[in-house]
């Protein structure tokens, strides 16, 4: 015969996940209703009267070539900020877990760049890629490159990639360190013993071994590249010049609170939105077949 437990009810574990409930009902699940509200309504600059236009601003977008033109230079912007980033901090991780001299002060020293503002980071690379006061545009000139990304388009997009991949650099050098020094020594070891060179320990041992660390932190760029650099585009180039640094969260506010267009800022907040749940799903639907837990 079997027995059943029945535990007496208490309202503590609510009271614990309480909070955490609260935080995403006020700062997530309300903000993406009103957006998802207003995304179907035109609205004047003043919010003074309101029509409700179904899915006319979607249908807008839709046939809007500069959107479409945001919305491929954010796909390119996110896989380039992620693939450098990610690779960078690998590299760094690799050498960072060797046994040497200091090595606590250099992962201090690695570290630091996360704590850094995305503004303060964007107000970094604008400094020292100034064409008339920086430094880099002073050297390239030599090799007769002319460097001034107020002008080139090209040449911004480069730079706020740069800009973005530095600050995220050190946010993964933090997972990918931890993942190595997880790895037994033991299969490192073997690996030596076999006579494989560090190279091909790294690439046939180590890499595989931190392939979850990869695709999580796959994951965790890609929203970061769509979310989290506003502040360095503001900061580095506002969106331009004409429009070639424009992605889609800088597109949402340079029309909702300059344009003042709410309804179809609204509509291109939910676009961002599903996307990026979207690539989530594929990310954990197909790359996570890839992964070896």
Known sequence: MLKRVHFNSSLLPYLLVAPQIIITLVFFIWPA?????????????????????????????????????????????????????????????????????????????????????????????????????????????????????????????LLVILAAAWKQVAYNFLFYLAAMQAIPKSIIEAGAIDGARPIRRFWTLIFPLVSPTTFFLLVINAVYAFFDTFGIIHAVTQGGPANSTTILVYKVFNDGFVGLDLGGSAAQSVILMLLVIVMTFIQFRYVENKVEY
């Open 33 to 157: 209703s009103q957006a998802v509200y207003q995304s179907f309504l035109i609205e004047d600059a003043f919010g003074l009267s309101t029509e409700f236009v179904w899915f006319e601003n979607f249908e807008y977008l839709m046939g809007d070539e500069i959107y479409l033109d945001s919305f491929v230079r954010t796909l390119f912007f996110s896989a380039a900020v992620a693939f450098i980033s990610m690779s960078f901090a690998l590299i760094l991780a690799g050498f960072a877990d060797r046994v040497v001299r200091g090595a606590t002060a250099y992962r201090t020293l690695l570290i630091w760049p996360y704590a850094v503002a995305p503004v303060l980071a964007g107000a970094l690379w604008v400094f020292m890629f100034n064409p008339t006061l920086g430094i880099f545009p002073y050297f390239l000139g030599f090799f007769g490159y002319d460097w001034n990304h107020y002008l080139n388009g090209n040449q911004a997009m």
